[in-house]
Nanobody, 123 residues
Framework: QVQVVESGGGLVQVGGSLRLSCVASGGIFRIIRTGWHRQAPGNERELVARITATENTTYADSVKGRFAISLDTAKTTVVLEMNSLKPEDTGVYYC?????????????????WGRGTQVTVSS
């Protein structure tokens, strides 16, 4: 079973930076697409950034120019570099991995989510 684990969250002041990492492990798989969503208290989960295996990227308008997503397929790791952080960036950040996975003798697509990592930006 593929497991997805995030790390790197924490408390930072306005204008500061954080680096989130997400690693997928277990089973036989190939990453198709991966990315980060976030959820602030009382809000719905929203897309922050995503990247495909061919390195096409998409960013939420609110983070363009401040965040950068990158993918190391060999290490099955996706990194989100967050700069010029604002209080509205506060929330739980969830990583997902959309993979082509070997299951019961066939290839199947699956989406796996991590448990999330808290990011708090204080003013």
């Amino acid at each position: 079973q593929v497991q997805v684990v995030e790390s790197g969250g924490g408390l930072v002041q306005v204008g500061g930076s954080l680096r989130l990492s997400c690693v997928a492990s277990g089973g036989i798989f190939r990453i198709i697409r991966t990315g980060w969503h976030r959820q602030a208290p009382g809000n719905e989960r929203e897309l922050v950034a995503r990247i495909t295996a061919t390195e096409n990227t998409t960013y939420a308008d609110s983070v363009k120019g401040r965040f950068a997503i990158s993918l190391d397929t060999a290490k099955t790791t996706v990194v989100l570099e967050m700069n010029s952080l604002k209080p509205e960036d506060t929330g739980v950040y969830y990583c997902y991995m959309h993979v082509l996975q070997w299951v019961a003798g066939t290839w199947n697509t699956r989406v796996h989510w991590g448990r999330g990592t808290q990011v708090t930006v204080s003013s």
